[in-house]
């Protein structure tokens, strides 16, 4: 995760014990244990989604790595994969994981804000993992994201968000729970909508429970912040509006699927296709997010249904 505004942590014991607070009190291996998940099938969504734009993506950078754990599921994939995260304890954590798996020769991790980032160096695909880029509350803070990304694609290179879409997909009360195990230790987590967003107040109030069980202890951590709540339209309006980059299409992930929608149908984690366009950004920091898109017509120049290769 790159930004955290206004974050509120603590950690302690299950009755609520309070003792730390910092940026992130989550430890980057409980964190990376309760996640456990299939990190190669987000990795060929991406994929799939930059290849239905005609690009086939030999370089990755992502954007808000954490601790890099998609980082060597998709170094199995693209020959060069490059992170960047603002925390430094993750960007350790995220090139210890590098040098364990032998991948520092494919594979960086940069300290960084995707706000503004300069590697030298340019892309075939940029991707946003989960709700990312949901961190940077102010709309200011998009349109130099954006240019970011262009200085950073190839020519017709592909952006790829990954975010939650649609006020009505995050109500209040909502709960969505991991967790997963190894060497004698769980890690769990709860995921819970505190507040959820409304037209006058976008945002989306997040409490994140984490609980590491071992022989005979347990221990908790509880992390509060806000996310960026988007309908689809005025999300494609915010990416493209004098970015430089052109709007190619919404894809739900129903696994082993990825369904192309529009932007009325978009309410759950969607996938979103930026492509780099002729037309060269705007450098002002005064853009409007109320701006109308041109949005193609359902399922235009692209599969209503296409199944991700290699995944059954």
């Given at each position: 995760m790159d930004k955290t505004p206004e974050r509120s942590v603590s950690s302690g014991d299950p009755d609520g014990g309070a003792a730390e607070f910092s940026a992130y009190s989550v430890p980057p291996e409980v964190y990376d244990l309760a996640m456990t998940s299939d990190l190669s099938q987000e990795c060929k969504r991406a994929l799939f989604v930059a290849r239905e734009q005609g690009v086939e993506p030999a370089s990755v950078l992502e954007l808000g790595c954490g601790t890099g754990r998609l980082m060597p599921a998709m170094a199995d994939l693209v020959p060069r994969v490059v992170g960047i995260e603002i925390d430094p304890l993750r960007v350790s954590r995220a090139q210890a994981r590098l040098r364990d798996a032998g991948l520092q020769g494919r594979c960086a991790v940069h300290v960084g804000d995707m706000r503004?980032?300069?590697?030298?160096?340019?892309?075939?695909?940029?991707?946003?993992?989960?709700?990312?880029?949901?961190?940077?509350?102010?709309?200011?803070?998009?349109?130099?994201?954006?240019?970011?990304?262009?200085?950073?694609?190839?020519?017709?290179?592909?952006?790829?968000?990954?975010?939650?879409?649609?006020?009505?997909?995050?109500?209040?009360?909502?709960?969505?729970?991991?967790?997963?195990?190894?060497?004698?230790?769980?890690?769990?987590?709860?995921?819970?909508?505190?507040?959820?967003?409304?037209?006058?107040?976008?945002?989306?109030?997040?409490?994140w429970f984490f609980e590491r069980q071992t022989e005979g202890e347990s221990k908790t951590w509880v992390e509060r912040f806000p996310l960026r709540a988007f309908e689809a339209d005025t999300f494609v309006q915010c990416a493209t509006h004098q970015t430089g980059l052109a709007f190619r299409g919404l894809f739900e992930p129903r696994d082993p699927y990825l369904i192309a929608i529009d932007a009325a149908h978009a309410a759950g984690r969607t996938l979103v296709a930026l492509q780099r366009s002729g037309e060269q950004p705007i450098p002002t920091t005064e853009r409007g997010m109320g701006f109308q898109p041109e949005l193609p017509a359902r399922g235009a120049g692209f599969k209503q249904r296409s199944r991700l290769p290699g995944c059954e």
């Amino acid at each position: 995760m790159d930004k955290t505004p206004e974050r509120s942590v603590s950690s302690g014991d299950p009755d609520g014990g309070a003792a730390e607070f910092s940026a992130y009190s989550v430890p980057p291996e409980v964190y990376d244990l309760a996640m456990t998940s299939d990190l190669s099938q987000e990795c060929k969504r991406a994929l799939f989604v930059a290849r239905e734009q005609g690009v086939e993506p030999a370089s990755v950078l992502e954007l808000g790595c954490g601790t890099g754990r998609l980082m060597p599921a998709m170094a199995d994939l693209v020959p060069r994969v490059v992170g960047i995260e603002i925390d430094p304890l993750r960007v350790s954590r995220a090139q210890a994981r590098l040098r364990d798996a032998g991948l520092q020769g494919r594979c960086a991790v940069h300290v960084g804000d995707m706000r503004r980032f300069g590697l030298g160096a340019q892309f075939d695909l940029i991707y946003f993992s989960p709700n990312t880029i949901r961190h940077l509350l102010d709309p200011s803070d998009y349109p130099p994201v954006w240019r970011c990304c262009r200085s950073h694609l190839r020519p017709s290179g592909v952006v790829v968000v990954d975010l939650v879409l649609g006020y009505v997909a995050e109500p209040t009360g909502e709960i969505w729970r991991w967790g997963g195990q190894a060497e004698g230790v769980i890690a769990l987590t709860e995921w819970r909508v505190r507040r959820g967003p409304s037209v006058d107040d976008p945002t989306t109030h997040i409490e994140w429970f984490f609980e590491r069980q071992t022989e005979g202890e347990s221990k908790t951590w509880v992390e509060r912040f806000p996310l960026r709540a988007f309908e689809a339209d005025t999300f494609v309006q915010c990416a493209t509006h004098q970015t430089g980059l052109a709007f190619r299409g919404l894809f739900e992930p129903r696994d082993p699927y990825l369904i192309a929608i529009d932007a009325a149908h978009a309410a759950g984690r969607t996938l979103v296709a930026l492509q780099r366009s002729g037309e060269q950004p705007i450098p002002t920091t005064e853009r409007g997010m109320g701006f109308q898109p041109e949005l193609p017509a359902r399922g235009a120049g692209f599969k209503q249904r296409s199944r991700l290769p290699g995944c059954e």
